[in-house]
């Protein structure tokens, strides 16, 4: 399986950016899925999943600012993050959360204030 993100960049406190996750190599649309995040000097963080069925969970600090969904059609998995803050900072990555697959190279989000 292969796991390509994109879409990172670097934006200010309060903007906006969408994440793509293209996933080769699997059928898709039978997986789970999520994004993960994981800060410098900190352990990777589930951010928020997506279920095969479309049933969604977003961690606590993210709830209200990202949405997670996918296209089955062009087997993509985005992130939609909103309202970002300094400490959403973190190379953003996708995986099956119930089978993890090797990790993809991820995408870089800064957010500077």
């Known amino acids: 399986v292969q796991l390509v993100e994109s879409g990172g960049d670097c934006v200010q406190t309060g903007g906006s950016l969408r994440l793509a996750c293209a996933v080769s190599?699997?059928?898709?649309?039978?997986?789970?899925m999520g994004w993960y995040r994981q800060a410098p000097g900190l352990q990777r963080e589930l951010v928020a999943s997506?279920?095969?069925?479309?049933?969604?969970y977003s961690a606590d600090s993210v709830k209200g600012r990202f949405s997670i969904s996918r296209d089955n059609t062009k087997e993509t998995l985005y992130l939609q993050m909103n309202s970002l803050k300094a400490q959403d900072t973190a190379v953003y990555y996708c995986?099956?959360?119930?089978?993890?697959?090797?990790w993809g190279r991820g995408t870089q989000v800064t957010v500077s204030s």
């Open positions: 997506i279920s095969s069925g479309g049933a969604t």
């Open positions: 190599g699997t059928a898709f649309s039978i997986n789970d």
């Open positions: 995986n099956n959360p119930t089978e993890p697959w090797d």
